[in-house]
């Protein structure tokens, strides 16, 4: 019962963050709109750095989600939560640790495996 | 016993979780592209004042509103440098540019919750500031 409580509280919850995500977006467009009225020369600037900067990191965002969804098909829940989970101790930490050092891309890249994998745990 | 889920699935399921964060991620990066084009390196550099405490305070805080690419920090950290900003700040500014993202916060809100994201972020720039006397003065001793 708890466990269903959980899951519908989740659904919930992850379709508020995807309606902020869209209201978040929309702000961002109001903007550039709104700056672009004052100087639009350096609005399409921006335009075409963001446009530049979403074709570079395309790449390492779909390997994400490979790596995201090959975890989740290979690795066992319980394995990864004794591993890495708050009962793995100094071990998870420098595991951690050791990964965050090792891996490379952007920051977003980061935030998103933490929430893919907090997902999962 | 329990099913397991086919390969497709899995990589189906990261995708959907991805897809709900895209246009979060799509308003950051258009955010730092309106960053990128409206702060310029001339900028970043009037704000400093030549004192290395107040500077490395301000780059702490610079770094944070910065963001993108990590090589583009090691470019305007040697322009800063060039123009007689203290290592101090420098070192900071590169510190938080890469620990803080304060116009990241909102996507690290919603994927990591309110309180974890500020808390993170705040104690980032702190640290910025005081990693950065650490690193110069280490770098003093052994030069």
Sequence with gaps: ?121 | MKKKKSLLLSLLQAAKNFAQALPMIVGIMLLLGLFQSYVSQEHLAALFSGNPFTDTLTASLIGSISGGQVINSYIIGGELLDKGISLFAVTAFLLSWVTVGIIQLPLEISMLGKGFAIFRNLSGIILAAFMSLIVVYTLQVIA
Aim: hydrophobic share 50%.
């Design chain 1, 1 to 121: 019962m708890n466990e269903m409580k959980k899951g519908v509280d989740k659904g919930t919850k992850n379709k508020a963050r995807g309606k902020n995500s869209y209201y978040f977006l929309g702000g961002v467009i109001i903007l550039y709109f709104i700056l672009f009225l004052f100087d639009s020369a350096r609005t399409l600037q921006a335009v075409k750095i963001s446009g530049k900067t979403i074709i570079q990191v395309a790449p390492v965002f779909l390997l994400v989600i490979i790596f995201m969804g090959l975890i989740e098909y290979f690795l066992d829940k319980k394995m990864i939560s004794r591993h890495l989970g708050e009962s793995a101790g100094i071990k998870g930490w420098l595991f951690a640790v050791i990964a965050g050092i090792l891996s490379h891309g952007p920051f977003m890249s980061g935030i998103l495996c933490l929430r893919i994998y907090r997902l999962r745990v």
